[in-house]
């Protein structure tokens, strides 16, 4: 008797010891169905699956509770199967949203997309979080606590503190802590908790934790709404002092392009006197340029497409240089001392080259794509982007100020060119074949003009009228900081760039851009010759 009672015992304990692991066993088996369920139309039955797909704990499940929360898990009105969809020009790609297979392509009417409700949405992004937060991938750690933040479910406050009990990642460290400070101060009764959660808050900047302790102050509790005050306070500060730090980087990203956009105008407007209408233009052949060279790496050279801007550079520089020459050697040479003259007749060039694109290309947007290289931002807890295609730009237009300075500075074609600069008819006593430095000019200024429309492709829309949004404000840039100074451009171009972004908060866009014409033509009073005028008996008469 005593053996078959131990063995009963025994029976018992292993019922117990391995009836958690079969419930494990059959959820994991009921998978594909419970993937079905999440297109039911029953919107219980879709809780009831999401719940029942969290609880397995298997990463394999974040992807179609993903698709489910972005509009991509369908049914298939054949045979009712489910797959993850990606959209194409004449239907969508399949997926099988556990294994990841490939399941072909159809047409968009075989298909019937699963619909959510904004309580199950809300259900997903809690879900996806907490299945994230303790995955392999950081990135995944920290928007899956960035996720928790903006969800407050009371039921992550465990996982959460075993997810810091783990994690390892001074980051991720950071948005779990603040995860749980919110968490706390939403959903805790008790005060102590509530104040701690504030004083962890207090330490960080950025517009969700502003608004999360602006509730606390409607709090009942005095001492929570005192504590609330004073961390606001702090993060308000810190948010002034991020949002100017953030007008900096914007106003010099404008500026960076101004000077790209500017740079060449300043070569061809100091050294030849010339009003080059069509300079917007170069900048739009060299956008161009850079598609075409991106359709030929897309089509035949594809591992190649991260290098592209790198050839699309020299190639604009060509392109646009080479339309430059033969624009003054076709139409200028034979106007040189008549500026209304030559401004009507590039305005012309400038239609005509607007008109030809067009009819090329056709007058719709052109995509250009952008390398992975330059895709992102280096983001910041106060909120603060910095998009790497800006900081690029900024160094780019930087770089090659630096290249033109040298090429002015220390060869042969520089010292000829600051010699007509200076005085035309000297220069040409001394056997300076001035029609050939003129040509040469123009084809510089128009080849940098190029490089300035690779580097706008990847903030602006290329289409024919791009470079029409730049003429006026690079003559502006030239005439501030000093006609044909180079320095002056530099300093002209960060200037206006700085203070139009600084101005468009208060004034617009539009108005702002008005108060910059209106000082601009004040400043021209005061300094006919710019910022940094240049020295010479021709430039002085």
Known sequence: MAFFNALKIYALLLCIL???????????ADMPGLIHQLTDKSRSTQAEAVDALTATGDPVVIAPLDALLNGNLYTRKSDGSVWITTATATGFDLRDPLTGADGGSVAAGEMSKAKITNAIRTRLRGSIGRMSLLGPDPKLRREAADAIFKNGARESIPLLEAALE???DETVIRRMQRALAGVHLDQSDDTQVRLKAIETLGAFTDQDVRALLNTALKQSDESVRAAAKKALAGVESRLEFWGMAEGLFHGLSLGSVL??????????????GIINMAHGEMVMIGAYTTFMVQEVIRNSYPGLFDASL???IPAAFMVSGM?????????????YGRPLETLLATWGVSLILQQTVRSIFGPTNKDVGTPSWMSGAMEFDSGLALTYNRVAIIVFSLMVLGLLVLVMRKTSLGLRMRAVTQNRAMANSMGIRTGTVDALTFGLGSGIAGIAGVALSQIDNVSPNLGQ??????????????VGNLLGTFFGAMSLGLVNKFLEPFAGAVLGKIFILIALILFIQYRPRGMFALKGRAVEN
């Open 18 to 28: 391995f009836m958690p692991l079969h419930a494990f066993a059959q959820t994991q």
């Open 166 to 168: 783990k994690e390892t």
């Open 259 to 272: 000077l790209l956009a500017a740079i060449g105008l300043a070569i061809t407007f100091g050294v030849m």
């Open 310 to 312: 790198f050839i699309a």
């Open 323 to 335: 339309v430059g020459i033969a624009i003054e050697r076709g139409i200028i040479r034979f106007l």
């Open 469 to 482: 949004s730049y003429i006026v404000d690079s003559f502006m840039v030239v005439v501030f900081g000093g």
